[in-house]
Structures are given as C-alpha cells and as structure tokens.
C-alpha cells in the first residue's frame, strides 16, 4: 500500500526566507506525485505535479518541486516565501488503483 | 476544464438521522470517484473509492454500512451517512480522477454538523 509522509508538520518564516517542506513517499510501483496548497477557510488547490519526465517540476506561484526517486522524495521548495503564501501544504501520492493518498500535511506561517 | 460539483456545501442534522451527499462530474464521465474526509487541522483522509456500477471499496477502518457509497452513473457519487452521531461532524470531500492537466479534480466539499 502507498503512503505519504511529511516530516515539517508546522513551519515559521520570516518573508524573504526559502522554503523547502519533506515529503517521502512509499510504494513501490510508478507514482504520481502531487503538492496542493490548502488557504485559511478555502479548498484545496494544486500547485504542481510530477508524472513523468524532467524530476523539476515547476507549479504555481513560484513553488517548484524535484523528483528524487532515489530518495523516495518529492520536495516542495520556493526561494523566497511572502505572507500570503501562508497555508496549509499537503504531499499527495498516486499510485495503485489510482488511489491519491495525502500526507498530513505542513502548516506554513510566514510572517511579515 | 473537468468540473465537479458537490452538493450540499453545508449540512447540519440531528443525531440518528441519515445525510446525503451528491458528487456530479458536469463535463465529463468518471467511472472512479473517490470521497475524503477531512477534520479540522487535519489532512484528507480517503474513505473509499467509489467505482461506477459496482460496489464501492472502502479503506481499512470506515465503516462500509455507515457511509454508503452508490455511484449509479457515470456522472454522479452519493455518499449517505446514515444514523449520523456528532462524531460524524466533518468536511466531506469527493474527487474524481481526470484525464486533464490536473489528474484530479476536487469538489468543493461538504460541511456536515450532527447535533
């Protein structure tokens, strides 16, 4: 069975500060692997994505990823985090069945 | 792009009555839907996968008579809590697996309060 792991489960910036959140997976077929950004009160959002290809994946706002399937690992990094970037990332991992199985997730807080 | 629609947003019922919540693909068919749950300050936690025209699968430790899953079309997902008690209280969320960019698409959610 997959699962997803998140080693960050609350974070503090100062904005300028990089960024980077751990996610590990487990499962030992191919995967897909996500990042999704959860706002105070809104829905989940996607960030980015990796299904193939370049290990780099570039998402939304500045947030960029990497592959290392080495490692088991899909990292989650911006170089420079604002204020509004606080919220709630989740890792999520798609592998058997479809099935997409989300970390639980890291609560970022930037402050001004 | 592929659009899914939850119904209700929100829900609040008394202890031991039953809720449903719809889950419609409007622009497209999908034979898997997937429902979540989600506390607050927590992560989504899959509850089952529900498979068009057969029997949902449900993950280790949900209750399969308390949370009945039909997914009679191609288009629609019902989950029904049934006999609801205030422990039931969460964001219930249903997802579909898509062809697009996305992989995934996410309704909007379902805020379920059992009084």
């Known amino acids: 069975a997959q699962s997803v792991s998140q080693h960050n489960h609350h974070v503090i910036l100062s904005e300028a500060a990089s960024l980077e959140l751990g996610c590990n997976y487990s499962y030992g077929g191919t995967v897909n692997l996500f990042w999704y950004v959860q706002y105070p009160g809104q829905h989940l959002q996607l960030l980015l994505k990796y299904f193939s290809g370049d290990p780099l994946v570039k998402g939304i706002k500045g947030f960029e990823a990497e592959f290392i399937k080495s490692k088991f690992s899909f990292n989650l990094r911006k170089p420079s985090v604002q204020w509004s970037d606080t919220a709630e990332y989740f890792c999520a991992v798609s592998g058997g069945y479809n099935k997409l199985i989300f970390g639980a997730g890291t609560r970022l807080a930037v402050h001004p | 792009g592929a659009v899914v629609s939850q119904h209700p947003s929100w829900v609040i019922c008394k202890s031991g009555t039953s809720v449903k919540i719809e889950c419609r693909s409007l622009d497209f068919q999908a034979t898997t839907m997937f429902w979540y749950r989600q506390f607050p300050k927590q992560s989504l936690m899959l509850m089952a996968t529900?498979?068009?025209?057969?029997?949902?699968?449900?993950e280790q430790g949900v209750e399969k008579d308390k949370f009945l899953i039909n997914h009679a079309s191609l288009t629609l997902s019902t989950l029904t809590v049934t006999s609801a008690h205030p422990e039931d209280s969460s964001f219930y969320i249903c997802?579909?697996?898509?062809?697009?960019?996305?992989?995934?698409?996410f309704g909007s959610g379902t805020r379920l309060t059992v009084v």
């Open positions: 529900s498979n068009e025209g057969s029997k949902a699968t449900y």
């Open positions: 997802s579909a697996r898509t062809a697009g960019e996305g992989g995934y698409t």
